[in-house]
């Protein structure tokens, strides 16, 4: 048994239908306590992301944290994931990332309310928080392995799944197949260029994702609405396909093997989370350090981060792949959608998504790597911090150098082990964030 298939049966493992069913389970139990808050309370949230008062204690403002947090979830799960999910399971998993995120938005609006209301300061004077916060002060001090489990796993995802690999991965394959630049070159300039921000903590990295993030959403929105202009005849049928395959098998078409409702399942719900990571517990970790008075403030703009990430760019990442053919042509990870780029844009399409790819994929790095350390301060003290983002530069220079299916597998992975704290957390803290939502829409009733 060779090494990539002991990843495949652990990941089997891990993803099976009993995380899968907590994942979704505790977004059902959440969107019904919290009365569909994620569709009643949206316009608010939206609007929130630039009218928040930012006032109370905090290291950086909301629209900071939200930038930080979608720096990190806006990336690969986006263009790679969504089409390793549609490659995988068939059109039918886009669907299943939507379910996934529908119910998310309560999972993450709850991340967001517990990070606010647990968090607590560093010994650098630095606001700490996050589910290894909420798990030990609201849980119980009893649970505190349960915490450790969580940070631990963090620390994983930060170094050897998310924070790095596929996402160096992604930007070298992509900007070799481009341009065709040495992807281990690709991999050291992107390593000295993450260096150069993390060094300056959670404020560096704030300024420079809330420049980058809202202008690599926007360039990328407006190329893939342009695609689906082009192939506007197409939407209907795809959108059919989506439905279709989601409740029914997909036939073998082109270079696509067919596939099973389970897996359209499995992929869309996995990709999803991987996409948005509601749930996941990494995005509180951001929310922490917003300066806010209200718990429920800062969830209802935590909540935006998976409508943005989900509902909006893995749709239309979803449809401009499934309206131009490119899922059943039998190519791999970021080339399916560049491939759907180059259908409509042959010439600066590929190009354009490589820069989105790279932008994507270089916030994420950054705000993982804001999450790894938090996780590993709340281990083993600030004295770790410094060594911990010396070894996370090195991690990065190496993500060039894996194959793409061991990455996503152990990305996976930790992905799993990650979760599984943090939704126990937002099962028995149910009543508290339900409390504080009743007490901030009291006070905005009163305002």
């Known amino acids: 048994m060779d090494f990539l298939t002991i990843l495949n049966n652990i990941n089997d493992f891990v993803w099976g239908p009993p995380l899968l069913a907590l994942l979704v389970g505790t977004g059902i139990f959440l969107t019904i306590r919290l009365g569909l808050l994620q569709v009643i309370k949206l316009p608010r949230a939206l609007k929130l992301i630039f009218t928040a008062e930012n006032e109370g204690s905090g290291d950086i403002n909301s629209f900071g944290a939200l930038c930080t947090a979608l720096a990190a979830t806006v990336g690969t799960g986006n263009i790679v994931g969504v089409s390793t999910a549609i490659a995988g399971g068939g059109p039918g998993a886009l669907f299943w990332m939507w379910v996934a995120a529908f119910f998310g938005m309560a999972t993450k609006y709850a991340e967001g309310v517990l990070a606010i209301k647990y968090r607590t300061t560093d010994q650098n004077g630095e606001v700490s928080g996050g589910p290894m916060y909420y798990i030990e002060r609201g849980m119980g001090k009893k649970f505190k392995p349960l915490a450790i489990f969580f940070a631990?796993?963090?620390v994983l995802v930060a170094l050897l799944g998310v924070g790095t690999f596929p996402q160096v991965n992604a930007i070298s394959q992509s900007i070799q197949s481009t341009v065709g630049v040495d992807p281990r070159i690709t991999g050291i300039v992107i390593a000295v260029c993450v260096g150069l921000v993390i060094f300056g903590g959670i404020q560096s990295i704030s300024k420079v994702s809330e420049k980058v993030v809202p202008f690599m959403a926007v360039?990328?929105?407006?190329?893939?609405?342009?695609?689906?202009?082009?192939s506007a005849d197409q939407i209907i049928?795809?959108?059919?396909?989506?439905?279709?395959?989601a409740f029914t098998p997909s036939a073998a078409i082109g270079g696509f093997g067919g596939a099973m409702v389970a897996k359209a399942i499995q992929m869309g719900i996995a990709r999803g989370v991987f996409s948005n990571e509601s749930g996941l517990g990494s995005a509180p970790i951001a929310a922490a350090a917003a300066k806010t008075k209200w718990a429920a403030e800062q969830g209802l703009i935590s909540m935006t981060g998976t409508f943005i990430d989900t509902i909006i760019i893995c749709t239309l990442t979803g449809l401009s792949i499934i309206v131009t053919g490119a899922w059943h042509g039998g190519a791999k990870g970021a080339v399916i959608t560049q491939q759907a780029f180059a259908?409509?844009?042959?010439?600066?399409g590929p190009l354009l998504l490589t820069i989105c790819l790279t932008l994507f994929a270089f916030t994420t790095i950054l705000g993982w790597c804001y999450y790894g350390e938090?996780?590993?301060?709340?281990?083993?003290?600030v004295k770790a911090i410094q060594p911990y983002r010396v070894v996370f530069v090195v991690m990065v220079a190496l993500g060039a150098y894996l194959k793409l299916e061991a990455i996503w597998i152990l990305a996976d992975i930790f992905n799993g082990l990650m979760a599984l704290p943090n939704l126990i957390a937002l099962l028995a803290l149910s009543g508290v964030i339900v409390a504080e939502t009743k007490a901030y829409m009291a006070y905005v009733a009163n305002k």
Not at 374 to 381: I, M, S, T
């Open 219 to 230: 360039i990328y929105i407006i190329f893939s609405v342009a695609i689906l202009i082009f």
């Open 152 to 154: 631990v796993s963090g």
């Open 374 to 381: 938090r996780c590993l301060e709340y281990v083993a003290g």
């Open 237 to 245: 049928p795809a959108l059919g396909l989506v439905f279709k395959g």
């Open 343 to 348: 259908t409509i844009l042959p010439t600066i």
